[in-house]
């Protein structure tokens, strides 16, 4: 559905020119012939090219039908790469069937970010529909060079897989369904899967994973994905996925509004997942083991309570406060067992935490927390790349007073106040001193006002988490 091509063998439904704010010029070959008459048009619609403007000609040209589109970029002075995506996302959309793209201006001619564009066009989450949504098959043509884009394709894919189980609902997919799948993924994508069970879970006391998914008529799953390329690096990378198949909130139950997004509350395993498939297939040569806390937040009379106290895999004991808390709970567990169990050396772990993030940051930015300065400043480098805003967020140590418990080591709520915060403090309080990376992406995991990415599930995290692995 991506390609650059060097040569024009084929005719295409539409032919996109881009061109920057008053340097409207067409590639020659869209149409030699008729290039006077063309320009005739553009004079005569004054179009000029400012940002998003489109200008659409019919031509006849040796007896058959060409169409072609002018699209502005704007000022060239004022171009980024989020113009490009704006722009191309929007023009994009609207259209149909077999494109092709060129442009006499090489600023235009960037095949990672159209990649990645055509990517976020044709997602569609039609699993369940009869009538499958339509696909534009996109041409971009750079005469002077062969481009690889196997990596643009390798991360469309893979964002692909994060957003299609973050958009499944739960009926679909439960902690048992979601270790099947992730099982799948790793015998096609190259990397090694193991499962956790309850039991074996029991043995090793992860008991906050264990407490948050009690209720569920599905039992927790901890899934454990191993990808160990770093040849003789001591480093061992390890990433954390919350994998709330549906968060109700527990007894603290949701409002019906709020519930509603919940399927979406394991979108940071999905980020992990997809990650592991890009990092695996595309043979990034260093060891990660990513590890997803897969459980159901659900209410039984066996539901875990406010109130209870209860002893976590790292030994620290927790008084619960709100059941609607839980991810810190079930990532509390995951982080402990990444350290102990599976000796890495750094974390970044990934969850729809809170939704104080999505109030402070909206549905453009993630926020980041990290102990690391060096650390933090690699990821904000690879989100940089992909065009996924982040943001550091700070966790000072003063917030920590406000998870002081009269009853238990600690408590797993701070309050309202700076909320997303206090939650990355209590998961502080597992990582053991190594440096660790802690994204909120409540916000940009489920877009509803991004106009350059598609409603629902975004599958954020993915590109970012393969560069920042790879680059380092
Ligand atoms: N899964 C939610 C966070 C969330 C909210 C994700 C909105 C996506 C969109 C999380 O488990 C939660 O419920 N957090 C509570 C914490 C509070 C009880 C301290 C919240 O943010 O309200
Ligand atoms: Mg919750
Ligand atoms: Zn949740």
């Known amino acids: ?31 030699e012939m008729n290039k006077e008459l063309i320009d005739k048009v553009i004079a005569k619609k004054e179009f000029v090219g400012k940002k998003g403007e489109v200008l659409k000609i019919d031509l006849l040209e040796n007896k058959s039908l060409v169409s072609i589109a002018l699209v502005g970029m704007g000022k060239e002075e004022d171009f980024t790469l989020d113009v490009f995506r704006e722009v191309m996302f929007e023009s994009l959309s609207k259209e149909k069937g077999k494109i092709l793209i060129s442009s006499d201006q ?150 019906a509004d709020s519930m509603f997004e919940m399927k979406s509350d394991m979108a940071g395993s999905a980020s992990v997942i997809g990650a592991m498939c890009a990092i695996a297939k595309g043979k990034v040569q260093q060891n990660v083991v990513a590890v997803v806390a897969a459980c159901e937040n659900a209410i039984n009379e066996n539901a875990y309570r406010p109130g209870d106290i209860i002893k976590s895999m790292n030994g620290k004991t927790v008084e619960i406060i709100n059941t609607d808390a839980e991810g810190r709970l079930a990532l509390a567990d995951a982080i402990t067992y990444s350290i102990r169990k599976e000796k890495v050396t750094e974390i970044v772990d990934v969850a729809t935490l809170t939704g104080a993030i999505l109030i402070a940051l909206g549905n ?48 797993h709520t701070g309050g309202r106040m700076g909320g997303s915060i206090t939650a990355a403090k209590f998961l502080e309080g597992f990582v053991e001193g190594l440096p660790w990376i802690h994204m909120d992406i409540a916000g940009t ?28």
């Open 364 to 411: 453009l930015t993630t926020g980041v927390f990290s102990n690391s300065d060096e650390k933090y400043s690699q990821l904000e480098a690879a989100s940089k790349l992909h065009g996924e805003k982040v943001w550091r967020m700070p966790i000072f140590e003063e917030y920590a007073e406000l998870l002081k418990s009269t009853v238990a080591d600690v408590k």
């Open 106 to 255: 090489e600023l235009l001619l960037n095949h990672e970010v159209l990649g990645e564009v055509v990517f976020n066009v044709n997602y569609s989450f039609d699993t369940f529909k009869e009538k499958k949504s339509d696909k534009i098959e996109v041409e971009l043509f750079i005469s002077s060079e062969e481009k690889d884009i196997s990596e643009t394709i390798l991360l469309g894919e893979s964002t692909d897989i994060a957003r299609d189980l973050v958009d499944l609902p739960a009926n679909i997919i439960n902690p048992i369904t979601l270790a099947e799948r992730v099982s799948e993924l790793g015998k096609e994508y190259g990397f090694e899967v193991e499962i956790l069970d309850e039991i074996e879970m029991e043995k090793i006391e992860m008991n906050l994973l264990l407490a948050v998914g009690r209720a569920s008529i599905t039992k927790p799953r901890l899934i454990v994905m191993r990808y160990l390329n770093g040849k003789d690096s001591a480093e061992r990378i390890g990433l954390v996925g919350k994998g709330l198949t549906y968060d109700t909130g527990g007894l603290c139950i949701k409002p």
């Open 445 to 472: 995991s489920y877009n509803s006002s991004v106009k350059w990415l598609k409603k629902g599930a975004t599958g954020v995290g993915v590109k970012s988490l393969y560069s920042y692995v790879k680059n380092r």
């Open 1 to 31: 559905m991506f390609k650059v091509v060097n040569k024009i063998e084929k005719s295409y439904d539409l032919n996109i020119g881009l061109v920057f704010d008053g340097q409207v010029e067409i590639c020659e070959y869209i149409s």
